[in-house]
């Protein structure tokens, strides 16, 4: 399976601190992408992150890649309860017409 | 605009029982997709089409048909619904390829089959 792996698969963190999740995958890939989803809804995409970058920012996010490594991470800084959600890592290989999507980290922002 | 909406919301069955689940989206995106959600899988594709009139099978196809007769619509229908078919079921839609565009989903429709 192509499938990514997010680490850790549940995150438990104090309303203004910062919160990393990881993310391994397994093929070569052209794009990497993050994505939200809050209980109960879909899924929110966040930010895309190519092969040939290896940082990329969005507001309080911060994506990093490593394709050496086969890892990406999501840095979310001075979280809010409203990032409470399940954070899930998507990867699409050259020339794919789908993505491949993690297990997902579920953050939990007490406030 | 509506975005992806996805009908009906929730939906019990009995096993043997055939369903259509109906994806509308608003955004004129070529390519569309139905994925499943189980509890620590994550999204498993099941089909997608990159063009009206087009489909073709993901990675947890067997049990489920699909069509796109028009562009803004894509059905995914169950002939006889199974109790592994249990599952939220998510639908989705992009511009273009997935290694160049973001997916934009549905709320979902959650299936339970007895």
């Known amino acids: 399976s192509q499938q990514g792996e997010e680490d850790p698969q549940a995150l438990s963190i104090q309303e203004g601190e910062n919160a990393t999740m990881n993310c391994s995958y397994k093929t070569s890939i052209n794009n990497l992408q993050w994505y939200r989803q809050n209980s109960g809804r879909g899924l929110v995409h966040l930010i895309l992150i190519r092969s040939n970058e290896r940082e990329k920012h969005s507001g309080r996010l911060r994506v990093t890649l490593d394709t050496s490594k086969k890892s990406s991470s999501l840095l979310i800084t001075a979280s809010r309860a409203a990032d409470t959600a399940s954070y899930f890592c998507a990867t699409a290989s050259t020339g794919a017409n789908n993505l491949f999507f993690g297990t997902g980290t579920r953050l939990t922002v007490i406030p | 605009n509506a975005g992806v909406t996805q009908t009906p919301k929730f939906r019990v069955l009995k096993t043997g029982q055939s369903m259509t689940l109906l994806c509308a989206q608003d955004?004129?995106?070529?390519?569309m997709y139905w994925y499943r959600q189980d509890p620590g899988m994550g999204l498993r594709l099941i089909h997608y089409s990159v063009g009206e009139g087009t489909t073709a099978k993901g990675e947890v196809p067997d049990g489920y048909n699909v069509s796109r007769l028009k562009k803004q619509n894509f059905l995914l229908g169950l002939e006889s619904a199974a109790p592994s078919q249990t599952s939220v079921y998510f639908c989705a839609s992009s511009y273009g390829l997935a290694h160049y565009n973001e997916q934009f989903f549905g709320p979902g429709t959650r299936l339970t089959v007895l």
């Open positions: 955004m004129n995106h070529e390519y």
